[in-house]
């Protein structure tokens, strides 16, 4: 089965600096990669998904993430960030292991963007 | 505008009584999911389903029931033999239930066991 790390369980950092957050993945044939994002109280809003071809992926709010099989990695960056970003960002793969379309999330990393 | 939604926002329960979560969708989406998240653990599967009149067990479904009767709703019941219910639940949906589908999440409701 599948398993997702989030090496950070909370980033902090000054507005407009860069920021990743790091999601490393168990190895598969085949993988899907996504990010989410979760501001408090709320559901989860996807931010970006790799599903094959270029393993540099564009997403909303500015963020982008690297695919990097060899390390199994799918990192999020944003060159510059708005104390707006400060939410919980959740990493998942998807599970084609069996029947249906299982995601499996990492343990979320909080970023707090400080003035 | 569709979406997901889930009634209510807060929910209270004494120990030992059954609670039942709505979900409903209208974005005509076949599969749907419900997840469980705490603190520090991300999202864990409870239970999800493809297909109507057709569900399967995610990770942790032991002490929840749920039926999936028609397209658009997934209510979640969590019953009395759920050892620690109190915690954040999210329903979700994709069109299909293949692994490139992305899940579309609801604004979740916490429910709180007194």
């Known amino acids: 089965a599948q398993s997702v790390t989030q090496l950070d369980s909370q980033v902090p950092v000054f507005e407009e600096a860069p920021v990743e957050l790091r999601c490393n993945y168990s190895?598969?044939?085949?993988?899907?990669l996504f990010w989410y994002v979760q501001y408090p109280n709320q559901g989860l809003q996807l931010l970006l998904k790799?599903?094959?071809?270029?393993?540099l992926v564009k997403g909303i709010n500015g963020f982008e993430a690297e695919f990097n099989k060899s390390q199994t990695s799918f990192h999020l960056r944003k060159p510059s960030v708005h104390i707006s970003d400060t939410a919980e960002y959740f990493c998942a793969v998807s599970d084609n292991g069996g029947y249906g379309n299982k995601l499996v999330f990492g343990a979320g990393t909080i970023l707090r963007v400080k003035s | 505008d569709g979406g997901i939604t889930q009634s209510p926002k807060y929910l209270f329960r004494k120990e030992g009584q059954n609670v039942t979560l709505s979900c409903e969708q209208n974005l005509n989406h076949d599969a749907m999911y419900w997840y469980r998240q705490d603190p520090g653990q991300g999202l864990r599967l409870i239970y999800y389903?493809?297909?109507?009149?057709?569900?399967q067990k995610g990770d942790i479904a032991e002490g929840y029931s749920v039926s999936r009767e028609k397209k658009e709703s997934f209510p979640l019941t969590v019953t009395s033999a759920q050892k620690n219910p109190t915690a954040f639940y999210l329903c979700?949906?994709?069109?299909?239930?293949?692994?490139?589908?992305?899940?579309?999440f609801g604004p979740g409701t916490r429910l709180t066991v007194l």
């Open positions: 790799y599903l094959s071809g270029s393993t």
């Open positions: 389903s493809q297909i109507v009149n057709d569900f």
């Open positions: 190895s598969s044939v085949s993988v899907y």
């Open positions: 979700a949906s994709s069109i299909g239930g293949r692994s490139t589908d992305t899940q579309y």
